[in-house]
């Protein structure tokens, strides 16, 4: 028999049972209003992947414009980004768990747009790291808003598949970023300034696009319910709401901090493998930016397909690949996919040639963000009742903050740690990111794999039943399985 710990990854028989109704009938049961609910939060999250790696694409020719002979320069507004985006994700997390998903997330989007457009107006350097401080506590708060939108108002046997398609929109994001370099970016004399206006326009869109779609069902819910009983006081509403906010910290402040230390690795993670990546390329392996940018591309179909695959029953060539994610469960599929990336490192820093370095960049990035497609749908079933925009987004920015120094590390590594590369003939000694990157990628992965083991599992929980944060019981409220027919919950036990 398998080791109790083994043991416990895999979701119990009979929740697993209960999960298992054919996806396409629940499918074709969703209504227009569930599929553009969830359009509209993977959008946003879409939206924020656009404007945060443009500046991870642009590093070059940000340091001709600000005239800064090292990259570790222009990563400094990187790290100054993920350091601040916690903010973002408190003040709008709380915003929505108290006031709904919908307009939050519209001022969300709208504050991103705003910044995006100023960014293309900086002339100084000290210009561009205010400003882009300024947007990451804008961008904070995109993820927890649109995860919960997206998610909380599906069936629980479509949720393994959301999540997948929901984290996907960050790597749709690198990819619409990485087409926009290679192919606006060079053919306008305003260069990467072009690339800041026309993703400022991206975020417009997705906010007038959720402003035209209803509030989330769970919320209405609860505010007919407010009305049915005369209890719909703002006042009232904001006290309990607080009340439960201490409530929810003094019953799972253990259960936080272990959503911060996953995230923290989960973000050292898909950060070190991409922020500096273009940039490895070009000053390691002597890429141009065309090829660089390329490669990138290719990296990230592979994280596109790593989601559609984990997350997803699909049918391809009359063959059927299982929900992963959904009948595994979510901690067994995280570890399955960090320990493939970490078996493709040697591919990802060793190899010379265009071909081979892609197609490293393609299995290390299945791997990566394959494990990131079940994060959405982990830390919503984990979060404690009432709080599943503010405790995920929170969670997943305080990682987010942890790792910020990812480039940095990863830069400075760069001019410590130095190899020789033949170009036009000549050695020529240049940083060597590939060490570097490799010797990061493969201790984050194990401290992923060891976190992701020691964690709860809430597989199959139906959160939408529970109350909302300014109810009365909010923080504690705990679905009664046998009221909710065909209920699904299962919470693995803690060795």
């Given at each position: ?321 299982g929900s992963v994610s959904q009948y595994i469960g979510r901690r067994l ?163």
């Open positions: 028999m398998a080791p109790y710990i083994i043991r416990n990854l895999v979701p119990r028989r009979q929740a697993r049972d209960a999960n298992r109704k054919p996806l396409l009938q629940v499918l074709r049961s969703l209504t227009w209003l569930q599929w553009l609910q969830f359009f509209t939060g993977w959008i946003a999250w879409t939206c924020d992947a656009i404007d945060f790696f443009n500046v991870a694409l642009s590093v070059t020719r940000l340091q001709e414009q600000f005239h800064k002979s090292k990259p570790a320069a222009i990563t400094s507004a990187i790290t100054f980004t993920l350091l601040v985006r916690s903010v973002g994700a408190v003040f709008f997390g709380v915003l929505s768990d108290r006031y709904g998903r919908k307009w939050p997330l519209v001022a969300n989007l709208l504050l991103c747009s705003v910044i995006q457009l100023g960014t293309s107006f900086v002339q100084t350097f000290h210009q561009f790291l205010a400003v882009r401080t300024l947007f990451g506590i804008a961008m904070g708060g995109v993820w927890g808003l649109a995860s919960s939108t997206a998610l909380e108002n599906l069936p629980v046997e479509a949720r393994g598949l959301a999540s997948g398609v929901l984290q996907q929109g960050y790597a749709v994001g690198y990819l619409i970023s990485a087409v926009l370099n290679l192919y606006l970016v060079p053919k306008t004399r305003y260069t990467w300034r072009a690339l800041f206006w026309t993703t400022s326009t991206i975020s417009v869109s997705a906010a007038i696009l959720r402003a035209f779609v209803p509030e989330s069902e769970v919320f209405l819910r609860a505010k007919a319910q407010e009305r049915a009983h005369g209890t719909n006081n703002t006042g009232n509403k904001t006290k309990v709401f607080m009340r439960q906010v201490g409530a929810m910290l003094k019953m799972h402040w253990s259960l936080c901090i272990y959503a911060i230390l996953l995230m923290a690795g989960f973000n050292f993670l898909s950060h070190g493998s991409q922020d500096l990546y273009p940039t490895y390329l070009k000053n390691t392996k002597g890429f141009d930016n065309y090829h660089a940018i390329v490669a990138t591309i290719i990296g990230n179909c592979g994280a596109i397909t790593s989601h559609l695959f984990i997350c997803s029953p699909h049918y391809s060539g009359g063959a059927i690949a599929t995280i570890i399955l996919f960090v320990l493939l990336s970490g078996v493709f490192i040697p591919l990802w820093i060793l190899p010379s040639g265009f071909s081979t370095l892609a197609a490293g960049a393609f299995c290390v990035q299945f791997g990566v963000q394959g494990a990131w497609g079940v994060i959405p749908i982990q830390l919503a079933e984990m979060s404690p009742p009432g709080f599943r925009a503010t405790f995920p987004g929170v969670a997943y920015q305080i990682g987010n903050m942890i790792s910020s120094a990812s480039a940095q590390i990863e830069a400075v590594g760069g001019d410590n740690l130095k190899t020789t590369v033949i170009k036009n003939g000549k050695r020529v000694v240049v940083p060597d990111y590939a060490t570097v990157q490799g010797i990061l990628l493969g201790a984050i992965a194990t401290f992923v794999i060891f976190i992701t083991i020691i964690g709860p599992e809430n597989h199959g929980s139906q959160f939408e039943k529970q109350k909302t944060a300014f109810e009365d019981g909010g923080a504690t409220d705990i679905v009664d399985e046998e009221k909710v027919p065909g209920s699904t919950e299962t919470i693995n036990e803690k060795p």
